[in-house]
Structures are given as C-alpha cells and as structure tokens.
C-alpha cells in the first residue's frame, strides 16, 4: 500500500477544502487534496447565485452592516444556529469577499447612476452613489433586510472556485483527484490521516496526515430527488460517523426547492413563480389559492414544497417513468419576459428537459438541495471527538445555519470559514507533534479491505437496489411533511435496507481498475447510516423549526428544543445514538418571531442578562 | 412506447489490457426528456455495471461528461437523446488519457496546463484585510468572466485536429484562459511575459483555424476571437525586432487594460 | 539582452507564413484577373504581356515568386501531417467530426503540394516561350497543359482562397459574428475567379 505523508489533509477539493489548503499552503505546511473528481469539478462550480456579505456598496444594500446580516441569518435559522459562529461568520464575510477580488474574482460592480433592478417580477429605477462605483456590487435574495448578495453573473461559484484553484496552481498545492476516502485513520483520541482508495486503480492508499479536514459537501444523494451533483454522497461525513466517536450535527435539517425539473433535478429559479408563475396539477387546475389563499405560490419555499408534497399525495400529481411531478406554468409570461429575465430558466428547459416554456408546461417537484448538519466542529472547525480532525464547509455543523440556511450564505460560509479554519488549522500545527501509530493504519486498512473482500462474497442486493429504496424511503417518509408514523415506518424500513447491505454483492465481477459499481457499492451502507441519522434524529425532534417541519408537532417549541441534536454510531448499532447540546453558548438575538413563514411558537424560559451578549464584543 | 435506442459505446480497460478495445452494443427505451446521463445510468445500473464514465453535476456547469457523441465531442449531460438518431454512438474523448470506456483523465491535462501558463494572478501586491477592495469597472468584470466561463470539459482540445496530431499543443481552452489574464488589470504580467509562455507552435502559433473548438465549445465561449486576439498580441511581439514600434502598435489592436 | 534568442527565430515562423502567404494571395489575385483579360479580348493580354516583359517585371517578378512559394511553403510544411500516423489520424478525425473548416485543412495541405510542383511546370512553360502571347499559350493547351490547368486552376484559387481565410481568422480579423458572412464572400469570391479562369482558357482554347 502506498503511504503519502503530509502536514494537512483536505478530503474535497470545493470551495472550503481550497479555501483551507490556501491558508495552510501559505503558512509554508504541506497540504495535500484529496478529491473524487477534479478539483474544478466539486459541485461548488454550480452554486449560481452569490456569497452574502454585508459590504454595503449597492444602494439597495445602503447602510448594511455585518450585525444586520447576523441577524438575518439567526432568524433564517430559525434560533438553531450558534450565534457566536454566526458572529464570526458576519465579521469575516465583507473581508472574504475582498480577498477573493485580490485573488482574482471578476466580482460584478457598482455601476454609478441609475439602474433598473427587479423587485417581486416588477422592475425599478435605483440610483447607485458615484463614490462607490467599481466596488464589489450586491443583489436581492431571499430573507435579508438589505441586498448583500455579491456574485459574478450567474456564476460566482464557478469564478471563485476557479480563482482559489488558480491559487492553489500558484502555490504548488497537490491535488491527487479520483481518491475516493473511505476510513479515517485514528485509535480514538486523535485523527491520523485516511485510507483512500485510488478511482483510477482501484487501489487502496494511506494519507498521513497531522491535521485532517472534511469538506467533502452535502448528502443530497440519500435523497432521489436532490439538486446535489452525483458525487455528493455524504462521503466525509460517513467517515467521520464511523469512527464512532466524533458525532454529527442536526442531521434532520435538510432544505428543500419547490422547483427541481424533472428527471434531472436542475433548479429554476425562484424568480418563476415571483415574476408569476403558477402551479399546476394533473389537471392543469391551479391548485395553490387553495391550501394559501392568500400569497399562494409566493409563500416561503418550506410552504410551497410541503403544499406540493400534500398535493401529490392526493393523487393529483402527473404521472412520470421518474416519478410524480407537478406543473409550473410560465407561458403567460410571454416569450419577451422568458428569454430575458428568466434567459436561465428557457435554457434549462430547452437544454436539458427538451421543453419550450413559452409554449409547453415545465415539470417540477420539490427536491432537497442543501444538508444544514455535517460533522459538528467549534467555532474553530475543530471535530468533536478527534484531535486533528477538521470540517468546514457543508460537510460541517459549523453551526451557523441551525435549522434554515439563507440563499449565499452557504456559499460565502465556504470561503469564511475555510480561512478561519485554516488558521486554526495552522496554529494547531505550530503548537502539535503527532506520533504515527502503525496499528492504527493498518487497522484502518484491514477494515476497507475487509469491506471490499465482503462485497466480492455478497449474495444479496446490488448496490443501486439498496440505494434506490433508501432514496425512495427518504422521499416518502422523511421528506417535507414529516410525522411520527412515518418518521417511524421511514426508521424501520432504513434499518432493514441497512441489515440487507450487510450481504450487498457485486453484479460486475473482478473488475480491475476503475470501478463505478464499487465505488457505489463501498458508500452506500454509510449512505443508509447517515439517512437513518436523518430520520431518526427527526423522529425524536417532536417541533418544527425551520426546515424541519412536523405535521404533528407544528410548533416551534424553544422550551425543550432550543438544542442541538447530535448523532454518534457505536459499532455494531442498528441506529444512531443521539445527544443533545445547547443550540448557542449566548444569545445576541433571543429567541423571537422570525416575521415570517407564520407557526406558533412555545416560548422557553426568559434569557437571563448572564446568557445575554451584546453584539459590538468581537471576536474576529 | 418511445423509439428503441441502439447505443454503441467504446469500451476499453487499460487496467486489463488482455481485453482488446472494442464496440459494445446497448439498447434502451426512450422516456420522455431522456439525456444522456439518464440513458448512461440506466444502462450502468440495469445492465451493465462494469460501464465506466463520468459525471458530477449533471447540469452542464462541472465539465465532467465530456465525451464525442456521434463523431462529435459534446458534454453528455445536456445532450437530449430526442435530436439524436435511433443509433448512437460514444467513444471517449480523445488527446486525453483513458481511464476506462468513455472515462478521461481531463483532470490532470488541464492541471499541466495550467502550470504551463501560469494560470494565475501575478501581482507583488499584499492583501490588506482592512483596506477596501480595489475597483474595476463592471464591463470588464463582465467581459473577463466571458473568458472564465470554460468549464475545461475538454471538448475544444478533442476536437482540434492540432491537438490530435501534435499532443503538447496547450489549445485554445489554455489560451482563453490566458486570454481572461491579459485583460486583468489585477495581473501584472506585460506582453513580453505572456509571449513567452505562449509565443511557439505548441502554444497560439500551434492553431490552424481549424474552428471546431469554436463549433463545440458546449458554453459557447468564442475561443477563436481569443485565439485571433492573443495571436496578434504574440505575432507583434515577435516581430519587435525588426518592425518599427510604431506599426507594431497600430497591428495589435486589442483591447488590452495594460496597454 | 533577450532570453529567447532560438526561439525567437522560430516564433517568427508564423508571421512569415502569414506574411508570405498574403503576399501571394494578392499576386494570384492581380495574376488571374491580367490573364482573365483575355475574356474581353487576347489584344489586351497580349498588350499586357509585352509591356511587362518590357519593363522585366515579368522575368522579375516569376523566380520571385516561385522563391516565394518555395519559401512560404518551406515554413508552413512544420504544421502538414507528414509525421507518422498524422495524416491518418486528421482524415479520421475530420470525417467523424464532419467539421467543413476541419475537412478543409486538408484541401489546403493536397492543394499546396499541387502548387509547389505546378508552379514550377508553369513558369517553367511559359518562361521557357517567351515572349508571351495568347497565341502560345493556345498552342501549349492543344499540346495537352489543359489537362494540367484544370487541376491547377482550381487548386490556386481554392489554396488562395481558403488561405486568406484561414489568416484573417487566425489572426482575429474575422470574428465569430462575422465568419458567416466572410465565409459566403470568400466562397462567392473564389467562384468567381473559378468563372473568370475557366472563361480565359476556353476563349484560349478557341483562340
């Protein structure tokens, strides 16, 4: 087995693992990255939108400052998030942002003079401030008092992942793509590095390293209906789950768009239905006025997704070899307002789903797209649990989304918190001497190995049967609208998918090299744990916060829920077992309605002046 | 009912070079909005599971399926089998290293070449956290993300017949991006410098006009006016000797921030 | 003072290709359309030729540019297919990608060796005869050059005209808004001269 040795260990090659790779390479660490695809690749490419700081340069987002962007995200997170994250998270963005321009990234600019912006699908004239032209602009997105959305055209993900990669070029960073992580190395108390297993040979090979960070991104793929590229299978997070001790955060927070397509799940934008667009069923009958008389289509993307979902399960839902999907109507919009405004969305539909939205309907459901919980880390994205084990990113609870993330700050969190945790990452290296245990690696190993020579013997199920029916199960059961009985049937059925995998086989036999089928077949046992952490950990929330939403519980409940869930795998369980910690360390923003998305609330006791924090302290 | 497709695909696994290169045959349903990426993964996991390709965010943003699709190099995600024939035909791309049937190493190509050109910003400047950030103009932020659009899926590379003939020719991909540099008041880089890096036949002298990489370019970049404009930016350098500086000026006539 | 001192030679190859190449474009232009006289009437051309030859422009002007095809094909001969393996692998790759600017690439290398030998042939047939006149090159196309000029008529103008395309492409003086519309003016430009040229060695021919 080949052995690399190396200062820090990045699993993913996205925004974070670059942002943290930067930081180390440019304290003079070694740092290696290890990714399933090429680095350009990572599914960071694809995020459009922008990165929410508050720089306050547009005149729409005047007077910003980093205390009301905190504030947004508190309240988008529904009080879930820890608000001294979220703090640090504010202070640092508007500084990310202006590193990411030195770097390189062609942020889009004020324009000095008048402009025309859309507000609810209904333009406006705005005049930006002559002082501030050719500083980094921003634009509108949901749930944020200002506009504080910085981008390049509709591809900031894109820009800024090539910018970083770029850096990393210059730097001399190694990237080592095709490496598939399967075990971290460790004897319990501290984190050695991983086992990887080479996509290109189908060989196993150790990563020693000091400091290890997963950013491998979200586990949208548990899901069948998921906006997530291919890839985004939870990797990083089942490695750490199986370590038995380091435990993952809020797991049941999981986001979902109205408005995936069918069969690919590519997002259109919410722009559809603000400039107009309505929903429709098997009968083409517009069936939203009637569970939301009032906002109908308009309401927040959690009550549009549940309405849907309700909908389909009257049978209302169109018929379809992927599955059932609904309607959204824009053809009265006119072909004008279609290929301007919403230009995104006609390509979309042209490209991939063969369908004119001026003349024909666009089929659509709603589809998970971002995972709230990942390995839960502090404030310094250092692991519960394991020394020397790192996460940022989505991969990580960092926590600064609790249990509703606001659109770009996911994004903006990539570049933020892969710079703090960078340098936290470089001074625990200055400060650390590590001795390589041997056994471990080789237990480590002797694991994978095993694993792989199991699934050579395996009678059962395939790999895409197994997965398959945790996807299904994960839609009908643990999707929008969740409730005990489901929640119940959806555990149940997970935990026997999870026995049958036991026995999973392989179909292609004896095949060297590269192989798809293994790979698939290596994940989806973890894929069926960290669905089982997802479902059971919602099971046992019995409120509804943010995107977790219970039928049977649907209120906010801040009296037993202000809390934090955290799942652990003993070896050898059959499900998850669950902690809980305080949501936030301090309140700068006490628990309070979010103004909106509507609910009841049962308030928790009084936040005493002890657990209270003005927001000016700064920790950055 | 939809049409029965025929798919013949390339399969070759340099892992087990005993088992020559050879053409298999798959045939599938059509279904409704059906790409690509649903007919490969049907096939993958309901007949053949041994079927080696790539593919990420399954968009058309990534880059990952580029493969040539009936003689033609295109990103298999956003080809619909709908404007395709009953009989399809896929080979992997070529120039760049297989791994296994219609899977390329893309990934460490455009990493050298990368290297190669420097793809990155040059500049002595240190990073101020509490200084504003410098300012640019919106058209050219625009106008330099025209250029860093590419998706380095490959396809332009395949389908130069330079780079099939000649391997270290860098592309026009490499001399786009080099492209979105000159015009990068943020690198400090002079026209001398670029030249050097790409002032030979491997680099801009390499091309022949051949404009397929324009053809199939699947983000539409127009990578042979770069070519065109980074062609004169080199030929002018290289003729500083003995062309009088005031032509040599008149000749460039790009739009370059520095100049 | 200058590092690249080798390569600086080499790197220059481009432009003297492009350079040549222009050159010689306009010589076949200004070339055929003094021939294409013979259309109106052989008095011209005969006037033309005995002018020329006057003034020695023409017994100037023909090593000249024979030296300069030598040349300009002695530089561009770097980028033919003549390696191993290389022309095979351009046919296949052209005809599986059905590309028209593709295919043409290789029109242009068949055309170029047509010219280096046929330009010999040529100069050497009618310098060979001086003075010129209508009435010898009628002669010389009843001794069988016929055959010869309607191969290398049609390769001149097709190496000329795909050239002078394939410059101003590569040197981004056609952009991709406009390469629709220069593509038509060279087809349309290269039709015409194929017209005049054909139309100048019939009224030869029946001279």
């Not at chain 1, 020693?208 to 586990?219: E, M, N, P, S």
């Not at chain 2, 020719?169 to 050097?196: E, H, K, M």
Request: aromatic share 8%.
């Amino acid at each position: 087995m080949q052995v690399h040795y190396t200062d820090v260990l990045c699993m993913g090659a996205g925004l974070a693992g670059e942002r943290v790779a930067v930081e180390a390479a440019q304290a003079g660490y070694n740092v290696i990255c290890l990714s399933v695809v090429p680095p350009r690749r990572s599914h960071s490419s694809a995020a459009q939108g922008g990165m929410q700081a508050a720089l306050g340069n547009s005149i729409m987002g005047d007077g910003d400052t980093p205390e009301i962007h905190f504030n947004d995200t508190v309240k988008g997170s529904d009080w879930g998030c820890d608000q001294e994250v979220a703090r640090l998270f504010a202070n640092n963005a508007p500084i990310a942002m202006r590193e990411m321009a030195y770097l390189g990234v062609p942020w889009n600019r004020v324009e000095p003079g008048e402009n025309t912006y859309f507000k609810g699908g209904k333009p406006f004239q705005a005049t930006e401030k002559s002082e501030n032209a050719g500083l980094i602009h921003s634009r509108a997105f949901g749930g944020t008092a200002k506009w504080r959305t910085c981008y390049t055209s509709d591809g900031t993900g894109h820009a800024v992942l090539f910018t970083l990669d770029n850096r990393m070029l210059q730097l001399g960073v190694e990237v080592h793509d095709r490496m598939q992580a399967e075990a971290l190395i460790h004897d319990g108390e501290r984190c050695m590095g991983v086992i990887a297993r080479n996509l290109r040979t189908g060989e196993l090979e150790a990563y020693i390293a000091r400091a290890t960070l997963i950013a491998t991104g979200g586990f949208g793929r548990i899901y069948k209906a998921t906006t997530n590229a291919v890839i985004c299978d939870g990797g990083g997070q089942i490695t750490a789950l199986d370590t038995g001790v380091v435990p993952l955060g809020n797991m049941e927070a999981v986001q979902f768009h109205p408005t995936g397509t069918v069969p690919t799940d590519i997002l259109v934008t919410e722009g559809c239905r603000g400039d107009g667009g309505t929903l429709l069923d098997v009968d083409e009958y517009r069936f939203m006025p009637d569970y939301e008389p009032e906002k109908a289509e308009l309401a927040s993307r959690d009550v549009v997704s549940r309405r849907m979902t309700e909908h389909m399960r009257k049978g209302k839902g169109v018929k379809s070899p992927y599955g059932d999907h609904l309607w959204l109507d824009i053809r009265h919009l006119g072909e004008k307002h279609i290929t301007t405004n919403l230009r995104e969305v006609y390509d979309i539909c042209t490209r991939f789903l063969g369908v004119n939205p001026i003349h024909q309907l666009i089929p659509v459901r709603p589809t998970q797209h971002y995972s709230m919980g990942g390995v839960r880390v502090n404030k310094d994205g250092h692991a519960y649990g394991l020394k020397g084990l790192f996460a940022a990113g989505e991969a990580a609870c960092w926590d600064m989304h609790g249990f509703n993330r606001l659109g770009g700050n996911s994004l903006a969190e990539t570049v933020v918190a892969g710079g703090i945790v960078g340098k936290k990452i470089v001074e625990f290296l200055e400060g650390d001497s590590m001795t390589v245990r041997t056994d471990a690696v080789e237990d480590a190993a002797k694991g994978v190995r095993a694993r792989i020579d199991k699934l050579a013997k395996g009678t059962g199920d395939d790999c895409y049967t197994l997965r398959n029916e945790m996807q299904d199960t994960m839609m009908e059961y643990v999707g929008i609208f969740r409730n005990g009985k489901d929640l119940q049937t959806g555990v149940d059925k997970l935990r026997e998918l999870l026995e049958r995998s036991k026995n999973m086989r392989l179909t292609g036999k004896g095949l060297k090299g590269q192989n798809g089928e293994l790979s698939m077949a290596l994940r989806v046992p973890g894929m069926i744990r960290l669905a089982l952490c997802v479902a059971y950990g919602a099971l046992q929330r019995t409120e509804s916060r943010g995107a977790h939403a219970r039928e049977d519980y649907p209120e906010r409940n801040d009296r037993d829920w202000l809390k934090r869930t955290l799942a652990t795998w003993k070896e050898g369980d059959s499900l998850p077992t669950l902690n809980y910690e305080d949501a936030t360390p301090f309140f700068i923003l006490p628990p309070g309605d979010r103004g909106y998305g509507g609910g009841k609330i049962i308030p928790g006791k009084e936040v005493t002046e002890a657990e209270r924090v003005p927001y000016e302290k700064t920790d950055a | 009912m939809g049409r029965e497709l025929t798919f013949e695909i390339f399969r070759y696994n340099p892992a087990q070079p005993d088992i020559e290169p050879r053409m298999q045959t798959y045939t599938l349903e059509e279904t409704p909005s059906m790409t690509l990426f649903i007919a490969l993964n049907k096939i993958r996991e309901e007949q053949d599971p041994t079927l080696q390709f790539d593919f990420c965010c399954r968009a058309g943003i990534c880059g990952s399926c580029g493969m040539v699709i009936n003689g033609v190099p295109g990103l298999a995600c956003h080809t619909q089998t709908k404007d395709l024939p009953d009989k399809i035909t896929l080979h992997p791309l070529p120039v760049f290293k297989l791994l296994g049937d219609l899977s390329v190493d893309t990934g460490v190509w455009f990493r050298n070449v990368g290297g190669k050109i420097e793809s990155w910003i040059h500049t002595k400047k240190k990073f101020d956290p509490e200084a504003q950030e410098e300012r640019m103009d919106n058209a050219l932020a625009n106008q330099i993300f025209e250029l860093d659009r590419c998706v380095e899926c490959g396809c332009c590379v395949a389908a130069c017949g330079t780079a099939r003939m000649r391997e270290d020719f860098i592309g026009a991909t490499a001399i786009n991006r080099l492209a979105r540099f000159y015009i990068d008041p943020r690198d400090n880089r002079d026209a001398a410098d670029f030249y050097d890096l790409i002032g030979d036949d491997n680099g801009v002298f390499g091309c022949m006009g051949l404009l397929a990489c324009d053809n199939v370019c699947p983000k539409q970049i127009p990578l042979h006016d770069q070519l065109g404009i980074m062609r004169r930016m080199a030929t002018v350098e290289s003729v500083k000797a003995i062309i009088p500086d005031f032509i040599r000026k008149k000749l460039t006539g790009c739009k370059s921030v520095k100049a | 003072m200058n590092p690249r001192t080798p390569a600086e030679i080499r790197s220059r190859l481009d432009f003297w290709q492009a350079f040549s190449g222009a050159l010689l474009a306009v010589f076949v232009c200004c070339h055929l359309i003094l021939e294409g006289s013979v259309v109106i009437s052989p008095v011209v051309t005969d006037f033309i030729g005995d002018w020329m030859e006057k003034i020695y422009v023409a017994q100037i002007v023909a090593p000249v540019i024979l030296a300069l095809i030598l040349f300009h094909f002695w530089i561009a001969a770097r980028k033919m297919p003549f390696r191993k393996g290389e022309l095979t692998i351009f046919t296949q790759h052209s005809m599986a990608l059905k590309d028209v600017d593709t295919a043409l690439w290789i029109v242009q290398v068949f055309t170029a060796i047509v010219i280096l030998f046929g330009a010999f042939f040529h100069v050497y047939g009618v310098m060979s005869q001086m003075p010129l006149t209508v009435e010898k090159s009628h002669i010389r196309l009843h001794e069988g050059w016929i055959l010869f000029y309607t191969v290398f008529l049609p390769c001149t103008i097709l190496h000329t005209g795909i050239g002078m395309y394939r410059i101003g492409v590569k040197y981004g003086l056609i952009s991709k808004a406009r390469r629709k519309i220069w593509r038509a003016i060279i087809w349309i430009g290269m039709g015409c001269y194929l017209i005049l040229g054909c139309c100048a060695l019939t009224r030869v021919w029946f001279y």
